[in-house]
């Protein structure tokens, strides 16, 4: 078979050639975030999936309290924004009236293990057929860099000036570990942005939780370890060093649970009655 590729990608002489454009639904936008901030690049892995499985037109997003508050203004979807952690009710709200829309939300550490985590784990545990989004950097970046539930131990915060005491400030939790024990989720992994190789895995990830959910599976949640230089008090890539060093360590990647969409199915549907003699 022949290929027809698009003219726009096929090399022509002394015309440069297109091997790349940014997906139409990350919108055209001056960035709040901080240089080298990774909320910008699951924006933009979200924005490619999105558009590789033709969901834009059929996308209603929540949007977190933090940093990536403002999602909204990034991705041309539908969005309701959930304050406080409470993505996942709300849209469990927007799954139980609009049974057809692909529903997807977005939350940092701070909004989704802290503020939120009733909400999290009720929503994983009724295996509600939801796309979660969660964006993990171990700290409440827009608050001014307080520790979250996430924070490493011996890190120091704004809150936590001598760094983590597990003593004194209990043990980082791995939240996507307890939320992939629940029969509800169907899938369950961590990724990361720390490099190029990572980013591509994270969107391999991405696209098989949004399949879940097109797919009719349960729950499906996918963590990316980010930075927050700011927060953090490094640069970019001290950020992404560290990153990849002692946060990875801590955070191992990889996909935690895939139960597969055939499970969750057979698991809601309704149990067949015997027919009476
Ligand atoms: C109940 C409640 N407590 C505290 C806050 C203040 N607050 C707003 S955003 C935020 C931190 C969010 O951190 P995270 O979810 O990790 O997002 P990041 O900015 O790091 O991406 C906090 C504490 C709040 N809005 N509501
Ligand atoms: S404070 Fe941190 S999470 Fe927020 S935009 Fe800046 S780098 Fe990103
Ligand atoms: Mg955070």
């Known amino acids: 078979m022949t290929l027809n590729p698009s003219p726009e990608l096929t090399a022509r002489p002394g015309v440069p050639r297109l091997i790349y454009r940014k997906p139409d639904v990350l919108l055209d936008r001056s960035t709040h975030y901080c240089p080298g901030c990774g909320h910008g690049i699951v924006h933009r892995l979200l924005a490619e999936v999105m558009t590789e499985l033709d969901l834009p037109a059929h996308t209603i997003a929540v949007a977190p309290v933090g940093c990536a508050v403002f999602a909204y203004d990034y991705l041309n979807v539908d969005f309701v924004e959930a304050p406080h952690g409470r993505a996942p009710a709300v849209a469990t709200g927007i799954r139980r009236v609009r049974?057809?829309?692909?529903?997807?939300?977005?939350?940092?550490?701070?909004?989704l293990a802290a503020i939120g985590t009733a909400e999290i784990v009720h929503a994983a545990a009724r295996g509600e057929r939801i796309t979660a989004i969660f964006v993990n950097n171990g700290i409440y970046g827009m608050t001014g860099g307080q520790m979250a539930p996430t924070t490493l131990l011996g890190q120091k915060t704004t809150s936590s000036p001598s760094g983590r005491d597990a003593a004194l400030m209990g043990y980082p939790i791995r939240i996507t570990e307890m939320l992939a024990q629940l029969p509800g989720v169907t899938y369950a992994a961590r990724g990361s942005i720390a490099d190029a190789s990572l980013i591509g895995k994270l969107k391999a990830m991405i696209k098989?939780?949004?399949?879940?959910?097109?797919?009719?599976?349960?729950?499906?949640?996918?963590?990316?370890?980010?930075?927050?230089?700011?927060?953090?008090?490094?640069?970019?890539?001290?950020?992404?060093?560290?990153?990849?060093?002692?946060?990875?360590?801590?955070?191992?990647?990889?996909?935690?649970?895939?139960?597969?969409?055939?499970?969750?199915?057979a698991a809601a549907a309704p149990a067949a009655v015997e027919s009476e003699a």
């Open 99 to 111: 049974p057809e829309a692909f529903v997807l939300t977005y939350q940092g550490d701070g909004d």
């Open 208 to 265: 098989r939780a949004c399949l879940v959910q097109m797919e009719g599976g349960g729950f499906a949640l996918v963590e990316a370890l980010s930075n927050c230089p700011v927060g953090w008090g490094m640069t970019p890539q001290e950020s992404l060093d560290h990153l990849k060093g002692p946060v990875i360590e801590a955070y191992p990647l990889g996909v935690i649970v895939d139960r597969g969409v055939a499970a969750a199915v």
